[in-house]
């Protein structure tokens, strides 16, 4: 879930007290060491005298031993290929796993809430009596205190944390589904895992249904194999297993000088213990412990009665293994990541929101899980997003800019402006379709797509163009010339200041697809157009009889065609700009100045502003 | 465009203001003047990162002359480097763009005015290219009392 990989037990081998440690690198391991030797000396006043490890690299390095040296500390370790000797650290892990599988079968939580998992283990067999501490606790061995049992809680369970001092108003549930995942190492609480949000909560006001695991609905999928590498990997763990000795002061100098030197002594290797012999003669605690002082008995007995509890909380998820409530249902399966990868999906999210009972409006979003090594919890690795519903309300009834013509096919709206568009070529008589003749190039086209807007925003219509694309001409063959003039800046002042000065009525002309009107001089082929193609004559190209957007020639052809127009009806082009034009007819003059496409036009009266327009 | 009884305003504030947005210069500290006086511009310097954007931006401001006969010198003057520009250049054209930042309503004037005659005003420096010492010149057409063409050259 956070990145962890590993984890390291480390063992008093007195007090038979399990501390857990998740690590991501082995290589923490050291760090973690150092800072266990700190937190004893802290906690308990005393100092470790020696290390049983195994020949792991993480113990045996330069570093570890240095530090080692410098406190004193004996490291012993265990052959090669010889882990019997550090049997009870490895009986311990078996323990501890044996309990932390239970633990996640029993709740159907996925392999990815092992860490939770295994913090609740140690906390559960440290608090579960032993033989080899003749029924007593791990627990009251270390703290000489009994261990409480009455917080204990059924792990995985749903449980409902107050939550109203973080509530925005007064109006919302004061509580909502949570998973029970542990006791708080920091907080004297319970962690909760919420669904909806996928935050843990540490809370004291809980209530439990220990009845009900909230997983075991959501999921039936079968552990993903990966995620448990780390039980099936029997070298990568044992080399991470430590068995730590602590010498006590106070009551254990008692245990201590009962058997004096027993624990150091025994366990040299191939001296007092054979090789291949098992976890058991390397148990001087059960003899420590049975020789104990029989008040700490009498408390083990005393407290018969809390420990009947713990047998609820942890032997409970032991023995219901076989017959969990792992019911099967319709849930979508989940796709699982790797070993360390977050392993939540966004169907759970979904899923846990509607086993809340909420009235969220949930539409289907859609996650990709973001995967990663950094310990950082993300939103993105974690599958949770909420749909944008603000943004949605304006967008939904516009077809979107297709990517492809083909897009564009399947959609009504755009199908529709393509058919527009296509009869206006044809009802234009753009073009005749013949057979290819050979040796000529035939251009070829595309399909352009725009959203006209209105003013405030709202779709106008939806617009489409055939282009051609002009860079598949080739010059000489396909086009001559291509220059059009435009008209040149001064020009256009100086009509404008013209226009002010005898106070004329100026107008400005927008010419409608301006370039569909050119004619062509030269013999220009195209195909048909994408997705309008004659499906009885297929091969057959068109050859233009109008000038289309996109080709080289078409402005040309367009002011050609309209200055021959403007010729026809009386204008005369003038020489020092090729787009001035004059009318003059007495005393009516006119002016026209025709800028590809939008044309200002100036008259000497109104009345002969209209009749020039009419006449255009 | 707009008429009033004066005449004509032309302007192209929009645009100015496109601009401004697009070069991320629109919340730049205004400038009083297009161009500093006591500096020309030469070719040497280090080269700019982005010429296309240089190019772009000086033909973006080259259309703006339409209108703004106060920028047409230094908008040459920037053009002239538009193969090769170098850093002190697109400092010059950032001017160009602060001075925008304060006046972008400022546009052309057309008033009523009879076409009495056409009145042209121009200059020359003689020879004041740092690097090729050619002359600069520029001159401005008046159409009674509009101005209908300008020009500076180099």
């Known amino acids: ?616 | 465009m707009t008429r009033s009884a004066q005449g004509m305003f032309l302007s192209q504030r929009q645009y100015t203001l496109d601009i401004l947005e697009r070069t991320g210069m629109s919340a730049c500290k205004p400038c009083s003047t297009p161009v500093d006086l006591h500096s020309k511009l030469s070719e040497d310097g280090t080269r700019v990162d982005d010429a296309t954007q240089y190019r772009s931006l000086a033909g973006a401001l080259q259309y703006l002359t339409f209108t703004r006969p106060d920028i047409a010198f230094v908008v040459q003057q920037i053009c002239l480097y538009m193969h090769d520009p170098r850093q002190s250049h697109l400092a010059a054209l950032k001017r160009i763009l602060c001075y925008l930042q304060s006046t972008p309503t400022l546009g052309l004037t057309l008033r009523h005015s009879p076409p009495a005659e056409l009145v042209v005003y121009t200059d020359a420096d003689w020879a004041g290219c740092p690097d090729t010492r050619r002359s600069t010149f520029g001159y401005a057409v008046f159409l009674g009392d509009n101005l209908v063409s300008w020009s500076s050259k180099r």
Request: hydrophobic content about 35%; some cysteine; overall charge positive.
């Open chain 1, 1 to 616: 879930m956070s990145g962890y990989k590993y984890y390291l037990i480390i063992l008093d081998d007195c007090s038979h007290y399990i501390w857990v440690f998740p690590l991501s690198l082995k290589s923490d391991t050291f760090s973690t060491l150092a800072n266990f030797f700190a937190y004893v000396r802290t906690q308990f006043a005393t100092t470790i005298k020696s290390v049983q490890c195994d020949n792991g690299r993480e113990f045996d390095n330069s570093t570890a031993r240095t530090f080692f040296l410098s406190h004193g500390v004996t490291l012993r370790m265990s052959c090669p290929y010889t882990s019997q000797q550090n049997g009870k650290a490895e009986r311990s892990i078996r323990t501890i796993n044996n309990v932390l599988r239970s633990l996640l079968f029993q709740a159907s939580l996925p392999p990815a809430y092992w860490i939770e998992a295994l913090h609740t283990a140690a906390y559960l067999v440290n608090r579960l009596p032993t033989k080899t501490l003749a029924s007593s606790t791990p627990y009251f061995h270390l703290y000489h205190t009994q261990p409480s049992y009455d917080h204990l809680r059924v792990f995985g369970c749903a449980c409902y944390p107050n939550m109203s001092s973080t509530a925005p108003h007064k109006l919302v549930p004061r509580s909502s589904l949570c998973v029970f995942l542990g006791y708080s190492s920091e907080h004297k609480g319970y962690r909760c895992l919420e669904l909806e949000s996928n935050r843990i909560l540490t809370s004291r006001h809980v209530v439990f249904d220990e009845t009900f695991f909230p997983f075991a609905d959501m999921s039936t999928t079968p552990m993903a194999s990966s995620a448990l590498d780390f039980l099936i990997d029997d070298d990568e763990m044992t080399s991470s297993i430590l068995g730590a000795k602590l010498v006590h002061t106070g009551t254990s100098t008692q245990h201590v000088s009962t058997h004096p030197g027993a624990q150091p002594e025994t366990p040299t290797p191939g001296d007092a213990e054979p090789l291949g012999s098992s976890a058991r003669p390397r148990a001087p605690g059960s003899p420590a412990a049975g020789s104990l002082a029989p008040s700490s008995l009498a408390a083990a007995s005393g407290g018969a009665g809390p420990l009947g509890s713990p047998t609820v909380g942890s032997a409970g998820p032991l023995g219901s293994l076989a017959a969990g409530p792992r019911a099967p249902g319709p849930s979508p399966p989940l796709t699982e990541a790797g070993a360390a990868a977050p392993v939540r999906t966004a169907q759970v999210a979904a899923s846990s929101v509607q086993s809340t009972g909420r009235t969220l409006a949930t539409r289907p979003v859609h996650v990709t899980l973001v995967e990663n090594a950094h310990s950082m919890r993300t939103r993105g690795k974690a599958g949770l997003a909420q749909p944008v519903d603000r943004l949605n309300l304006h967008a939904a009834p516009v077809s979107p800019l297709p990517r492809s013509v083909r897009d564009a096919l399947t959609d009504p709206n755009w199908r529709a402006a393509m058919q527009a568009e296509f009869d206006a070529l044809i009802g234009n008589d753009t073009w005749s379709l013949v057979s290819r003749p050979s040796g000529v190039n035939v251009v070829t086209g595309k399909w352009i797509f725009r959203h006209k807007l209105h003013a405030d925003g709202s779709l106008d219509r939806y617009k489409t163009h055939w282009v051609f694309r002009g860079f598949t001409q080739r010059p000489g063959l396909d086009y001559d010339e291509t220059f059009s003039p435009v008209v040149k800046p001064a020009t256009i002042r100086v009509i404008l200041s013209l226009a002010l000065s005898q106070d004329w009525p100026i107008h400005q002309l927008d010419v409608k697809n301006a370039f569909l009107h050119g004619t062509l001089e030269e013999t220009v082929y195209c195909v048909q157009p994408t997705g309008f193609v004659d499906p009885s004559r297929p091969g057959m190209v068109c050859r233009l009889n109008k000038s289309l957007y996109g080709l080289k020639q078409a402005p040309r052809a367009w002011h050609h065609r309209f200055a021959s127009h403007l010729a026809s009806i009386g204008f005369t082009e003038t020489k020092s700009d090729g787009s001035l034009f004059i009318y003059r007819r007495g005393s009516d003059t006119a002016y026209l100045l025709l800028y590809v496409d939008d044309i200002v036009l100036t008259a000497s009266s109104d009345q002969f502003l209209r009749q020039v327009i009419a006449a255009l």
